[in-house]
């Protein structure tokens, strides 16, 4: 190309540009891009897997339901692994709860939403990696782990069934929940004298008492549903198991964001438990 052909064509080119970002300037095309601009600003704090009346049941409620995180394909012999490899009744870091994490994006996406919502309601600061895992593995015949109400350090904790014993006794192992029976401690010091004074609720008589005087509500997961509820605020325990007694249950349990300090009894006890 000639070089006053170049340049009569880099000017056109020019005017062309201009005349198109005036028209732009000035059109509805810019109120259009602007309104998306201010809409895609405004989604920065969007979910990635809950929805809206998804979080607001779970601060009104203390406790929702999320079937977009069912476990959905489960393997016999996975399961049969699982259980031979047990070397007592809670595990952390297993494989196959690692693999259901990355499957359903429980780290790359639940944990975000749980962080807005953290900050959103609680205004903590929080350690963004501090997640703890445990998966736990029960039988009809250990009745020493039935009726233990205890609240967890975590600010939300995920049950994810991933065997349920199929009957309809009343005691196969249900998890009964005592939804926001305590506020968010302040410190730590109420933290610990709150779990001090609710440790009688460690015993299946008092436990069950509570359950004729407090708002309580039971999950029996034969629907395989996850529940994701607020672990520091809700009472929590299992029922024991009174039928078939060579059955097992498993649950996946994860915890999101202990915000009390490293010197918190929670953290103490997991160090613990962890040797
Ligand atoms: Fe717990």
Redesign the pocket.
């Known amino acids: 190309m000639p070089l006053c052909t170049k340049i009569k064509f880099k000017k056109s080119l020019y005017e062309i540009i201009k005349y198109d970002v005036c028209a732009f300037y000035h059109s509805e095309m810019y109120l259009f891009l602007t309104f998306y601009v201010i809409k895609l600003w405004q989604m920065r704090d969007d979910f990635f897997l809950i929805t809206n009346q998804q979080e607001s049941d779970l601060i009104e409620n203390g406790f929702v339901p999320l079937p977009q995180i069912k476990n959905d394909s489960i393997d016999q012999v996975e399961i049969n692994d699982l259980i031979a490899a047990r070397d007592k009744i809670y595990t952390s870091g297993t494989d196959f709860h690692q693999k259901y994490i990355k499957k359903k994006g429980i780290y790359t996406k639940l944990k975000k939403d749980l962080r807005i919502i953290a900050k959103k309601y609680y205004k903590k600061n929080l350690e963004y990696n501090d997640t703890y895992e445990i998966t736990r593995i029960t039988k009809g015949s250990q009745k020493s782990e039935s009726y233990l109400g205890?609240f967890?350090s975590h600010l939300f904790?995920l049950v994810t069934p991933i065997l349920i014993p199929k009957n309809s006794s009343k005691e196969s192992g249900q998890l009964i929940v005592f939804p926001k029976i305590r506020k968010e401690p302040k410190n730590e010091l109420i933290n610990v004298i709150d779990k001090i004074f609710y440790k009688k609720y460690h015993s299946k008589d008092r436990f069950t008492q509570l359950m004729k005087s407090k708002k309580y509500k039971e999950f029996d997961f034969t629907d395989e549903v996850p529940v994701l509820f607020l672990?520091r605020v809700t009472l929590?325990g299992n029922r024991g198991f009174h039928q078939e007694m060579e059955n097992y249950r498993i649950t996946l349990l994860t915890h999101f964001f202990d915000p009390s300090p490293k010197y918190g009894i929670g953290n103490i006890l997991r160090q613990i438990r962890s040797r």
């Open positions: 205890h967890d904790t672990g929590h």
